[in-house]
C-alpha cells in the first residue's frame, strides 16, 4: 500500500477515491493528485499484486483475480462509500469490479483506461514490450513515449524505477492475458455513474480508442474529457486537471444523491 487514506474535512470523509495505477506503475502515481484532493477527499492507492511494493496475488494475475484483490482491501478499510478510479491497466480493473455491483460503490472515473476489449496491440509491439523487462534503457525509452508535458528529474526517476522494479510473473501475465481479456459482455452490469478522461497526446491509447472500445459499454451519458497537450500517465502529467474532474465528479455524484 504506497498511500493510506488521507483525512477528511467533516462531510467528505465517508467518500474514498481508491485509486488504481497503470501496467509497470505503482500506487505512488496518485501523490500528487491526493495532494490536491487533501482534505477535503480520502485517497487510498494501493500497489497491485507484482507491481511497487505488492507481492505476488494469492489469486493470480487475471482482471478478476486483481478485482478480488481490490475488493479484499475495500472491505478490510470498511469503506463505506467510494468511487473506483482506474488509469490504464487500473482501469479495466475498476470496470471489472464494478460489474459486480459491490456495496458503496458510488462511481467509476477512468484515466486513459485499457478498454474492456483486447488492447489495441500489434504482436511485434506485444513481443517487444516483453523483452523490454527490466532493462533500464527500454525503461527510460517507455517514459518518454507514454508522457508529452515535460516531467521534474525526481519524477521521471520515478516511473523509471517503478517500470524495473515490477515482477516478471506481473508483467508478463498483463502483456500475455490481462490486455487481452474481453470483459465487455460485463459492462450491462455497471450501474454507477461513470466518467472518463483522456490525454490528446497519448501515444499508446488515443481519446478514439475510449471512443469506439470504452464508452458505448458505460451508461448512456458518460462523458469524454480530453486534457490538451498530456499523454498517458494524467496522474503524473496533469494531476491538478485530475483532481479537478475527480472533485467535481463527486460533487455531481452528491448532489444526484440528494
Not at 506503475?25 to 501523490?31: A, C, L, T, V, Y
Not at 523509471?160 to 515482477?167: A, E, G, P, V
Amino acid at each position: 500500500m504506497s498511500l493510506p487514506p488521507s483525512p477528511a474535512v467533516p462531510g467528505a470523509a465517508s467518500l474514498t477515491f481508491v485509486c488504481l495505477h497503470y501496467w509497470a506503475g505503482s500506487g505512488r502515481e496518485w501523490q500528487a493528485v491526493a495532494a490536491f484532493l487533501a482534505p477535503d477527499y480520502a485517497v487510498l492507492a494501493p500497489d497491485l499484486g507484482g507491481f511497487g511494493e505488492a507481492p505476488a496475488p494469492v489469486g493470480g494475475y487475471s482482471v478478476e483475480a486483481y478485482a478480488d484483490q481490490v475488493a479484499a482491501l475495500i472491505a478490510a478499510q470498511q469503506l463505506q462509500q467510494y468511487v473506483l478510479v482506474g488509469h490504464s491497466m487500473g482501469g479495466k480493473i475498476a470496470l471489472a469490479l464494478a460489474a459486480r455491483q459491490p456495496v458503496g460503490l458510488v462511481g467509476v472515473a477512468l484515466l486513459s483506461p485499457s478498454p474492456p476489449t483486447p488492447e489495441p496491440m500489434t504482436e511485434d509491439e506485444r513481443h517487444d514490450s516483453l523483452r523490454a523487462f527490466g532493462e533500464q534503457a527500454a525503461a527510460e525509452k517507455t517514459m518518454r513515449t507514454i508522457t508529452a508535458r515535460p516531467l521534474p528529474d525526481l519524477l521521471q526517476q520515478q516511473i523509471i524505477h517503478d517500470n524495473l522494479r515490477s515482477t516478471k510473473p506481473a508483467w508478463d501475465a498483463w502483456l500475455l492475458h490481462g490486455s487481452r481479456e474481453n470483459i465487455a459482455a460485463q459492462l450491462c452490469q455497471v450501474q454507477v455513474p461513470c466518467t472518463v478522461l483522456a490525454g490528446d497526446q497519448d501515444a499508446i491509447m488515443s481519446p478514439s480508442v475510449h471512443g469506439l472500445e470504452t464508452l458505448p459499454l458505460l451508461p448512456v451519458g458518460t462523458p469524454l474529457e480530453i486534457v490538451g497537450g498530456a499523454g498517458h500517465l494524467l496522474p503524473y502529467e496533469a494531476p491538478e486537471e485530475v483532481a479537478a474532474l475527480l472533485r467535481t465528479f463527486a460533487q455531481q455524484l452528491a448532489r444526484a444523491e440528494n
